[in-house]
């Protein structure tokens, strides 16, 4: 008798486990709250089951009392509860590292950015000042947030060059000294939070994907087109890295000149020389290339048709390729708006007989961050369900 009645009691502790983990996944997410009734419904549960789910739930302090009210009973006499999911029960870190700045964005569960926190730097920063100037601004956004490392489910973070399988960069000609750092293990040692490491470009392509102008869109192509030009690659709605790391990555590409491209639009500004460093003015300079063009000045126009020209060349293999549904423009030249998406679309169109929707990004510098953010949010979703238990 005693051999049955374990395996019963086997049986019935994961029964309510699943049952406890699809509760709890009709809650999590989409930012609305239900009646036990329709959280029954959805999970597949008896009523009873519901109950003692959302008791257990409650208790661990996953999901909260909605203060919603609903006109309809949720039985005899009795005006119905609702329930929500409780999105400051965790929250994660999302960093975007690169030559000009540190940006560290604290999200709760819902994807909330509850604290934020940016810090320059110079191109020439040294490795150890420019983990420095990280760690500062990652505790800084802690603090903002009035948390201790201790309560972040995860971190991720997005920085520029190829990112190895080992999670180390392993190409990274934009930033010195930055080869072999490996971030990860960096912050895991200094704040004791589990972190992960992508390529910048990557992440900016599935913030585009959560919250910017892909939402609807699965196979897309992102490109940077800044300081230095890159690209990212989304397939089937998830970021796609290749065997090394370096997928897309058209910049190692040796028989495309765009190591200065941008730097040669620059130049083109009426009366400006050098092309200036901070990226606030470098934003400033672009805009004023495409004023001139407006205004009629040849070498203006003339750059940005061969800008475009060159910029099409790069991305018409990739394109071919994985038969992207869009084609995203991030970076500061992306703020020029229809008067670069333009030039770009014709010649997307003109290079393939299935061209994708060309879009300029709306997340701005902010896009890295937050895609480092989604990252971190599907690790501790995927921790949270996998370690759900009732007490």
Not at 256 to 268: I, K
Not at 310 to 331: H, N, R, S
Not at 336 to 341: C, D, K
Not at 361 to 374: E, M, P, T
Request: glycine share 10%.
């Amino acid at each position: 008798m005693a051999g049955p009645a374990t395996q019963l009691s086997g049986d019935a502790s994961v029964l309510r486990t699943l049952n406890l983990r699809s509760v709890l996944r009709v809650l999590y997410g989409g930012g609305k709250s239900h009646t036990i009734t329709e959280i029954a419904a959805a999970a597949s549960v008896s009523r009873p089951t519901a109950n003692q789910a959302i008791s257990d739930l409650l208790a661990a302090g996953w999901i909260r009392h909605s203060p919603q009210t609903a006109g309809a009973k949720d039985g005899p006499g009795r005006p119905a509860q609702r329930f929500e999911f409780r999105p400051g029960a965790g929250h994660v870190l999302g960093v975007d590292i690169g030559g000009h700045k540190v940006l560290a964005l604290v999200s709760d569960l819902s994807g909330e950015i509850v604290a934020e926190r940016r810090a320059t730097l110079r191109p020439s920063s040294p490795r150890s000042r420019r983990l420095a100037i990280m760690n500062q601004a990652i505790a800084e956004a802690l603090d903002a947030a009035g948390l201790p490392a201790a309560d972040i489910s995860c971190a991720a973070i997005a920085t520029p060059g190829v990112v190895g399988p080992d999670g180390k960069v392993a190409h990274a000609p934009a930033i010195p000294d930055w080869v072999g750092v490996d971030l990860g293990e960096h912050v895991r040692s200094r704040f004791g939070v589990p972190t992960q490491v992508f390529n910048d470009m990557r992440m900016a392509a599935l913030a585009e994907h959560w919250k910017g102008v892909a939402r609807d869109a699965s196979d897309v192509v992102y490109v940077h087109v800044g300081r230095r030009m890159g690209t990212g690659l989304l397939v089937s709605g998830r970021p796609h890295a290749g065997r090394h790391g370096a997928a897309a990555e058209i910049g190692l590409w040796r028989g495309l000149p765009w190591a200065h491209a941008y730097e040669r639009l620059l130049e083109l500004v009426p009366g400006r020389a050098p092309v200036p460093e901070a990226p606030d003015e470098r934003g400033d300079a672009i805009q004023a290339v495409f004023e001139a063009a407006r205004a009629g000045d040849a070498a203006a126009q003339s750059g940005i048709e061969a800008f475009a020209d060159l910029l099409v060349q790069g991305l018409a293999p990739v394109m071919v390729t994985i038969d992207p549904e869009l084609v995203i423009i991030g970076g500061g030249i992306s703020a020029a708006g229809e008067a670069i998406r333009e030039p770009v679309r014709i010649r997307v169109e003109r290079e393939t007989d299935f061209p994708p929707k060309v879009v300029c990004s709306v997340l701005g510098d902010h896009s890295a961050a937050i895609g480092a953010v989604r990252s971190a949010l599907d690790v501790a979703e995927e921790r949270l369900f996998s370690g759900l238990k009732p007490p």
